[in-house]
């Protein structure tokens, strides 16, 4: 579905891939699980573009239900992939971390660790050939896409910026739909690192010009960058 004209998004509140349409091609903001695939195509297909148009991917970290087919585009459709550098490892499957999984409920636990085995969570191929980036970079890419290191979730966890579209892309920094709970709006997401890197990593996003925040897992967020961040240090102070 396009969410604003020239963003399109594959997938659901649980988890989200998102792709920018320019006239000079297509950039895809993350990669989802392997399932994911299947969407990207019927969307780019819907859009009149193909995989052809895609002219990269940029990741905002490197967990695996960001990955999920970032390998097989970068080889089908010869698309480089774009990953902080404090993440490449993650990316490549040689890095495993255990967060703290915080408050649960069986019901949407179930429904999202089901959501992720029907859309082959288990079946991620490493990414083998990464460009790493860091903090401020402007890979030349559709939209011209800025990093903004968002450190906390992951080491090289970003957010990726699109001035022109003045929209920002920030993976895991937040969510605005806990997986484990259903809790709606934005909060800390689950599965994080280091929780308070995070909630300071966040005040980033107070200098850019923005009206439309895409997370990761969760709805999109329609205003300013202030009352998002307001709003996540409510939600992480209850």
Known sequence: M????????????????????????????DTGLSGHYRGLKRELTAAGLSLADVRG????????????????????????VYVHEGDVARAAGLEKTSPGWGHWRLGPMVQFLGYSMAMGGFRTQPLRDAVAVRDGDRPS???DPQIVALPG???????V????????????????RDVLTAASGPRPSPFTDEPAEAAASLERLLDLDIELVVPGHGAPWHGSAAELVRRYRASAAA
């Open 161 to 176: 910026y699109f001035p022109a579209f003045r929209a920002v892309f920030v993976g895991d920094a937040l969510t605005t």
């Open 141 to 143: 890419l559709p939209g």
């Open 57 to 80: 991917v940029v990741l905002t970290h490197g967990d695996g239900d960001h990955t999920g087919f970032a390998e097989r585009i970068r080889t089908e459709a010869n698309a480089p």
């Open 2 to 29: 396009e969410i604003v004209p020239g963003i399109h998004r594959i997938g659901n509140d649980l988890i989200a891939v998102h792709f920018i349409v320019t006239d000079a091609g297509v950039t895809v903001v």
């Open 153 to 159: 979730h992951s080491p090289g966890s970003v957010a």
